[in-house]
């Protein structure tokens, strides 16, 4: 069975950075696509980053709102990614989830990251 698991949110201030962090188990493949979206309170999810790892293709895109600010990597381990966050801003509030493959078939719980001004 496969699990997607995110960890790494928490409160930070305005400016402050936060690293998320997702890995997936039970699978025995490697996802190429894996990457992340957020929801925040009375918003529907928006695309946040993907990086793309596997065979001839190794790209990575950032959504226009968060370019610049944050990076996502692949790890060294299969199927894992992260999201490092720097100058958070309050409008970054929001429930980050993390998706592995290219149609998004697997997602985890979220995880809640909370920008105070």
């Known amino acids: 069975q496969v699990q997607v698991m995110e960890s790494g949110g928490g409160l930070v201030q305005a400016g402050g950075s936060l690293r998320l962090s997702c890995e997936v188990s039970?699978?025995?493949?490697?996802?190429?696509?894996m990457g992340w979206y957020r929801q925040a309170p009375g918003k529907q999810r928006e695309w946040v980053a993907t990086?793309?790892?596997?065979?001839?293709?190794?790209?990575?895109d950032h959504a226009d709102s968060v370019k610049g600010r944050f990076t996502v990597s692949r790890g060294n381990a299969k199927n894992t990614v992260y999201l490092q966050m720097n100058s958070l801003k309050p409008e970054d509030t929001a429930v980050y989830y993390c998706?592995?493959?290219?149609?998004?078939?697997?997602w985890g719980q979220g995880t809640q990251v909370t920008v105070s001004s």
């Open positions: 039970g699978s025995i493949f490697r996802f190429n696509d």
């Open positions: 990086a793309t790892n596997g065979g001839s293709i190794d790209r990575i």
């Open positions: 998706f592995a493959g290219l149609r998004r078939s697997y």
